[in-house]
C-alpha cells in the first residue's frame, strides 16, 4: 500500500477551506490518531471535519461530495474510508491497518502519514505477564502549518482573499489496548479510559511537540501441559508457554528468556513454538515410567502441584494403564524470578489446558475433550480446590497387540512346520519298516 497522504490531505484542506470560508466563523478539525490492538498491530487514521453550518454552505454553493477524490484515492489503496459525525461536525476519516510497531513507524517516515511530520517510535519491554509500553511521538508543527499555508495559497488562486482566517485545529489520539492496561505516566491534554488526546497548537510557525505515554499492558499467557505415555509405560512431558505473536515479535527483549534458562539449567529440552497466531517455547523431559512422572508432576517447572499415578496392568498382550493426576498447584517461595513469575501466570489462568495421551482404547475418563486415545481437561487455576484427573485404556487395538498377535502367529506357523516333519519322518520310518517284513 503506497499512497501519498499529502494528496489526501490536500483535497480535504482544499474542501473544508472553501467550505469554511462561506461560513467564516466555521472550524476545520484534523485529527490524527494512532490505536493499538492486543497482541500487536493496529490501525492508524488521519480524518478532517467541518462545522455543519459551513458543510451545508458549501454543498449550497454548488460543491458536491467534499470528500470524492479522497474517497477513491484511499480505496485504490486499500484503505478503508468512512464518514463520521461528531458534535457538531461532520467529517470523513482514512484508515490504515498496520500489523507490528516496525510498520507503524515506517508510515510516518515514508510513508502514507509522512507529510504531516509525524514521527513516531514504540518501545515495548516484555516479561512473560506484562509489557512496558512506551509511545513517543514527535510532531513538526511547521510543516503541518505549511501544508495548510500551501492549501490556503491554492484558494486564494481560485479567488478566496482569505480563506479560514487561521481557524485550523489539531488533535493527536493514542487509543491503547482496550482492559488490560494502566496508563504510568503522559503529557497528553485529558485521558478517557485508554484514550489520550493531545490538543496541538499550530499557532507557532515553528518548532515540535513532542507527545508522550508510558503504559503497563497486561499480558493473555496461553500454557498447555501435555504428557504422552508410550506402550512400555515411559513417556514425555512437555509444557508449551505462548504469547500472541505480535506481541513477541515487537519486544526488544525476549519474554521466555528467564525460563529458556531456568529450564536448560534443569536438563529440559526447549524448542520453539507457533501456533493459532501465538509464538512461544516448548519446555520437555522424558520419562521412564511411572515414578518419573510422579516426580515430574512436582517439578516446579513442568509440574503443576500434582499427585501422579500411572500404573500399567493387564495380560500380556493386552495392557491397561490407569493415569490419574490430583492437581493443587502451589506457589513457588524460591529465589528464581522466572519461575515466581511462570507460577503467578500460571495462578491467574482460568483456562489452562492439560492433555494426557495413553496407548490404546480409552475406556473411562473425566476429560472434558476427547481425541481419540488423547484427553484434555480445562483447568480453571485461580481456583485454590485441588482437582482430580482420571483416565484408563487398554493397549488390545494398539502397537502392543499386533506385536502379540504376530509372536503368536508365528508360534503357530513354527508348530505346524514340526508337525509336519515329524509326520514325514514317521511315513518314511513305516515305509522302511514294511518293505523289511515278509510278505
Excluded at 289 to 318: H, K
Excluded at 375 to 389: A, G, H, Q
Aim: proline share 4%.
Amino acid at each position: 500500500m503506497t499512497f501519498h497522504v499529502s494528496r489526501f490531505t490536500f483535497y480535504a484542506l482544499r474542501f473544508l477551506l472553501i467550505a469554511a470560508s462561506l461560513f467564516l466563523s466555521a472550524c476545520v478539525t484534523i485529527r490524527s490518531s494512532t490505536e493499538f490492538h492486543v497482541g500487536g498491530g493496529g490501525i492508524k487514521s488521519l480524518s478532517w471535519a467541518i462545522d455543519d453550518m459551513a458543510l451545508e454552505a458549501a454543498k449550497a454553493a454548488g460543491i458536491g461530495d467534499p470528500f470524492a477524490q479522497v474517497r477513491a484515492r484511499a480505496q485504490a489503496a486499500g484503505a478503508t474510508v468512512e464518514d463520521f459525525h461528531e458534535g457538531s461536525q461532520t467529517g470523513v476519516v482514512v484508515r490504515l491497518p498496520f500489523d507490528s510497531v516496525a510498520e507503524l513507524e515506517a508510515l510516518g517516515e515514508s510513508g502514507p502519514f509522512a507529510d504531516l511530520g509525524e514521527e513516531v517510535r514504540v518501545t515495548q519491554q516484555a516479561t512473560l505477564r506484562d509489557s512496558m509500553f512506551i509511545v513517543r511521538v514527535r510532531l513538526n508543527v511547521s510543516q503541518i502549518n505549511a501544508l495548510i499555508d500551501a492549501t490556503k495559497e491554492d484558494l486564494k488562486a481560485l479567488g478566496i482573499a482569505d480563506p479560514l482566517l487561521g481557524a485550523v485545529y489539531f488533535n493527536y489520539v493514542i487509543v491503547l489496548p482496550a482492559g488490560v492496561g494502566e496508563i504510568v505516566s503522559h503529557n497528553a491534554s485529558r485521558v478517557d479510559g485508554n484514550r489520550l488526546t493531545w490538543d496541538v497548537d499550530l499557532g507557532s510557525a515553528v518548532g515540535t511537540r513532542e507527545l508522550e505515554v508510558t503504559a503497563r499492558i497486561a499480558h493473555v499467557v496461553y500454557a498447555h501441559v501435555d504428557t504422552v505415555v508410550r506402550p512400555d509405560g515411559g513417556g514425555e512431558r512437555r509444557l508449551t508457554i505462548a504469547l500472541a505473536r505480535g506481541l513477541v515479535a515487537d519486544s526488544e527483549e525476549d519474554p521466555f528468556a528467564g525460563l529458556r534458562r531456568t529450564a536448560e539449567a534443569g536438563n529440559n529440552k526447549v524448542e520453539p513454538y507457533e501456533g493459532m497466531g501465538r509464538s512461544g517455547i516448548v519446555i520437555s523431559k522424558p520419562f521412564v515410567d511411572g515414578a518419573e512422572l510422579r516426580a515430574l508432576g512436582r517439578d516446579p517447572l513442568l509440574g503443576l502441584g500434582e499427585t501422579i499415578t500411572l500404573t500399567r496392568g493387564g495380560e500380556l498382550w493386552r495392557p491397561t494403564f490407569a493415569f490419574t493426576s490430583t492437581v493443587a498447584p502451589v506457589p513457588p517461595t524460591g529465589a528464581d524470578p522466572a519461575l515466581n513469575e511462570w507460577h503467578a501466570a500460571l495462578s491467574e489462568m482460568t483456562d489452562l489446558r492439560y492433555s494426557v495421551t495413553l496407548p490404546g482404547r480409552i475406556t473411562a475418563h473425566n476429560a472434558a475433550i476427547v481425541d481419540e486415545n488423547t484427553l484434555t481437561w480445562r483447568l480453571d487455576m485461580t481456583s485454590r480446590e485441588p482437582r482430580t484427573l482420571t483416565a484408563s485404556s487398554e493397549a488390545w487395538h494398539d502397537a502392543v497387540y499386533p506385536a502379540g498377535l504376530v509372536g503368536s502367529g508365528c508360534c503357530c506357523v513354527t508348530g505346524a512346520i514340526v508337525a509336519v516333519v515329524l509326520l514325514a519322518v514317521g511315513y518314511q520310518a513305516n515305509r522302511r519298516i514294511r518293505r523289511r517284513s515278509p510278505s
